[in-house]
């Protein structure tokens, strides 16, 4: 009896106490088991095999050490029918993309205690097109508690072998984001999935702007595997910000002067959940706030490019993207109208800042990217800044609009990025240009984002791949400006100097100083190309 030997083979593998064949598969006739072995499945180590029904079809189903395969069991039919072989079409998911695993009880009203076992459900993270994941279950009936058991406590095992999944998240939500729906996001659509996949979390509403820094500059993160943030832009640079600052502040580094600090201890999660998701966006490829949990969940880690910006040499902040000039002024309106919808002053600020567009008169010295080898040995030696005499360029001038981005930004208004030729850890920068031009010419360069045309194909437009980018503002634009209205309230805001980092605002008169760390912090999510490689593995559901 071949099923008998199996079965205990499996138990000597666990070192269990059931010593017994599976009960089940004692019940089918050995002969149709030995015509359905499957050649691909036999050059790995079977684990476990044996009969469950799955989609109303009794099946033969084999737990090899990357995937569980299944067949239905068939009459006998003659050789060569066509249809048969379709009906009898191996299927399989692979076991990295199983996240949980249940026992399925039915409950009834008067019974007691545990309820009648129906087998076991598999929850299975499927991919979907455009980047998207998807939960989804797989239920492997059978009545036995025996047959069920030993499953079950090899699917555990399984997932216990999963040691880069999370398995205690601390998570920061900001109730006011976009249109105060984060609660409701992370309550209905991230909380139960965390709980399907056994994570304990440690929730933190946040009360203000800055709480999530001042909370996470002394909170304990000993125990927990990653921070997680739901929210928009804001609130994620704020989170990436306060575990950089934190990381520093562990290490011994003074904050102030950093010019190679050292690494986030824990990676971060983003939960899209604002009214921009441009972090989220740039993660996943789709802001999703599914797919965001589930990279969460399957331990999906990518190291991500982070700037520093700083002043006078003092550390102003951590952030992935920045804008100055019309992405600045933008924000700035739109903050001053915070009792507007979200996307009410987002609409408003940029009507008003084009009626009001005007250049800063600045000047920009950069660092050009040499090569990422270059950068890693750079790293390597510790001591970047020892050759003082690189090649800075410096380019002087009226500037409608000046973007600084570390990662790709895709967004709604331009799915392909508003930097589009920067990835998320390659090591550079993109600084993005828009000299002084007509308000139509302008507009027609905003207007190109969306579209699949070349945003950049204009003649006031230039981009640099960069290292490191200084901005000076010159402060004197206003008194080349005679056209423009001036009303008191406003001329405070006008020779000030708002800068736009992931979506906050940060207002500085004095030179920024922007400097590239690559791969300082870990992010949960799939790198995009490596999604679209791999097809969707299971052709069953
Ligand atoms: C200019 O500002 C807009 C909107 O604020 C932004 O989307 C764009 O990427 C910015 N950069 C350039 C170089 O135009
Ligand atoms: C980063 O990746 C993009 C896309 O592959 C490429 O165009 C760009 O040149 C890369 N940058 C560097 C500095 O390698
Ligand atoms: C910017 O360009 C516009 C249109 O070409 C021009 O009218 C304006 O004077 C320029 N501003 C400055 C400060 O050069
Ligand atoms: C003011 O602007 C002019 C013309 O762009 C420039 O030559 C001059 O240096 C600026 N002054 C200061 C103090 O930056
Ligand atoms: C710009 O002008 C203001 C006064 O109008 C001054 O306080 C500030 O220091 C100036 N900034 C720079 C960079 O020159
Ligand atoms: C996705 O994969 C296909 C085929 O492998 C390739 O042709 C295509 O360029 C890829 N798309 C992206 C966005 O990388």
């Not at 099946?59 to 072989?85: H, K, T």
């Not at 520093?308 to 000039?325: C, D, H």
Request: proline fraction near 6%; charge should be neutral; charged fraction near 25%.
């Amino acid at each position: 009896m071949p099923w008998g030997r199996r079965g205990g083979r499996v138990s000597a593998l666990e070192g269990g106490p059931e010593e017994e064949a599976p009960p089940v598969a004692a019940a089918v006739p050995s002969v149709l088991w030995a015509s359905r072995l499957q050649p691909e499945a036999a050059a790995e180590q079977i684990l476990l095999r044996g009969i469950f029904e799955i989609g109303r079809d009794s099946c033969d189903v084999v737990l090899s050490e990357r995937a569980l395969r299944w067949r239905p069991i068939q009459p006998e039919r003659p050789a060569g029918d066509f249809q048969y072989d379709l009906l009898c079409k191996e299927e399989f998911i692979e076991l990295k993309d199983i996240f949980s695993v249940k026992l399925k009880r039915r409950y009834s009203a008067k019974q007691q205690g545990s309820g009648t076992l129906l087998g076991i459900t598999l929850f299975i993270c499927l991919k979907k097109e455009q980047n998207k994941l998807q939960d989804s279950t797989l239920d492997l009936i059978n009545l036995s508690e025996d047959h069920c058991d030993i499953w079950f406590r090899q699917f555990k095992k399984i997932l216990a072998g999963f040691s880069n999944r999370p398995k205690s998240l601390k998570i920061l939500l900001n109730p006011q984001s976009h249109k105060k729906e984060a609660t409701q996001v992370y309550y209905k659509k991230v909380e139960p999935l965390l709980k399907i996949a056994g994570i304990k979390t440690d929730v933190t509403i946040t009360e203000y702007e800055g709480h999530a820094l001042s909370l996470l500059k002394e909170c304990e993160l000993q125990g927990f595997d990653g921070v997680v943030c739901v929210g928009g832009d804001g609130s994620a640079s704020e989170v990436a910000h306060a575990l950089l600052l934190r990381a520093q502040k562990d290490a011994g580094v003074e904050a102030d002067s950093i010019l190679t600090p050292v690494q986030a201890q824990l990676p971060l999660g983003v939960i899209p959940a604002g009214s921009t998701n441009v972090l989220a966006h740039s993660l996943h490829g789709v802001p999703h706030v599914v797919t965001a949990t589930l990279h969460i969940i399957m331990g999906h880690v990518q190291p991500v490019d982070v700037c520093s910006f700083s002043t006078i040499g003092k550390l102003l902040r951590f952030g992935f993207s920045a804008m100055f000039g019309f992405g600045g002024r933008t924000l700035a309106l739109a903050e001053k109208h915070r009792w507007m919808s979200p996307n009410q002053r987002r609409d408003f600020a940029v009507i008003k800042a084009l009626a009001k567009l005007k250049p800063e008169d600045c000047e920009i010295s950069f660092l050009p990217f040499k090569s990422s080898q270059d950068l890693q040995e750079r790293r390597a030696q510790e001591s970047p800044k020892s050759d003082c005499n690189e090649q800075w360029q410096m380019i002087q001038g009226q500037f409608l609009n000046i973007s600084i981005m570390a990662i790709p930004c895709l967004c709604s208004v331009a799915p392909r990025g508003l930097a589009p030729n920067t990835r998320l850890n390659n090591g550079s920068m993109a600084l993005i240009i828009a000299r002084n031009t007509s308000r139509p010419e302008f507009i027609k360069h905003l207007k190109r984002y969306a579209s699949l045309k070349n945003q950049f194909n204009f003649p006031f437009i230039e981009t640099y791949t960069v290292e490191e980018v200084k901005v000076h503002p010159r402060n004197n634009t206003s008194a080349h400006n005679p056209e423009e209205e001036e009303r008191p309230h406003e001329t405070a805001s006008e020779n000030s100097f708002p800068w736009n980092v992931d979506g906050d605002l940060m207002e500085v008169a004095s030179e920024v100083h922007v400097r590239l760390h690559p791969r300082l912090i870990n992010l949960y999510g799939g790198s995009m190309e490596e999604m679209n490689d791999s097809k969707a593995t299971c052709n069953c559901l």
